[in-house]
């Protein structure tokens, strides 16, 4: 008896780390009328997928017009959601796979300290805008100087090496 309950132990902490890593795609799958998602996971439900393109939307200050061909305003908006036909939809594909892997393949990696590592999202750059907004740093205070570009400033002690 206490074996079984062992190995069920061992089971559930199994089962909780595979739901874990498969978060974003939940086994159960509604989306049947979605036929071209290259990037995100098919087994996405209709929900999580609209609720995903209002992020998309929100993060780049935007409508879903700018990634959809729009067929009819009238009486009410309709779009051909599966054409690629728009560039910015192939874009925000790439864009899709970019944060994927930044998030996957580095910041993952970081060690995790207070409430762990941010994750990078489309609003991390893009915030409500199409084309994020470029910043260049001020130089700092009590200073007059140039733009870092047209005469660099001087670098402050680089930090100390392992
Ligand atoms: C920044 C660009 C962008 C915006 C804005 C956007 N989408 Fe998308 N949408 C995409 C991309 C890219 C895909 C394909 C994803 C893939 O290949 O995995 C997609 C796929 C879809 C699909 C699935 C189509 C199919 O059958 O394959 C639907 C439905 C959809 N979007 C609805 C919306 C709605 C509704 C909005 C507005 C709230 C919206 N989208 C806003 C980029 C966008
Ligand atoms: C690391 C910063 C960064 C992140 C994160 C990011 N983008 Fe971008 N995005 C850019 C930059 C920079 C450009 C402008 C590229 C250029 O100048 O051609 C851009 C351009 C775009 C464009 C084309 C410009 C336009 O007129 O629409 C789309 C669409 C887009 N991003 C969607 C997304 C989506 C969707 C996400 C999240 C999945 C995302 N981006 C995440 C930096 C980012």
């Known amino acids: 008896m206490r074996r079984f309950a062992l190995v069920a132990i061992i089971f559930l902490i199994a089962g909780c780390t595979a739901i ?14 979605f036929h071209n998602l290259q990037v ?7 929900d999580e997928l609209i609720a ?5 939307a929100r993060s780049l200050g935007t ?18 959601f599966p054409s690629d036909a728009k560039p910015e ?18 910041i ?3 060690p995790k300290e207070g409430e762990g590592p941010q994750t990078v999202s489309c609003a991390t750059c893009h915030r409500g805008h199409t ?24 670098v402050p002690p680089p930090p100390p090496q392992p």
């Open 108 to 110: 993952s990696t970081l």
């Open 40 to 46: 995100l996971s098919p087994n996405m439900t209709h």
């Open 131 to 154: 084309v994020p907004e470029k910043w260049t740093p001020p130089a700092p205070e009590g200073r007059r100087e140039a733009p870092p570009a047209a005469q660099p400033a001087p």
């Open 52 to 56: 995903t393109m209002r992020g998309y």
């Open 20 to 33: 874990r890593q498969q978060k974003s795609m939940p086994a159960k799958s509604d989306n049947l009328e």
């Open 63 to 80: 409508r879903c017009e700018h990634c959809h061909v729009q067929t009819a305003t009238e009486p009410r908006e309709k779009f051909d």
């Open 89 to 106: 939809k192939k874009i925000a594909r790439t864009m899709m796979q970019m944060v994927q892997a930044v998030n996957a393949n580095y």
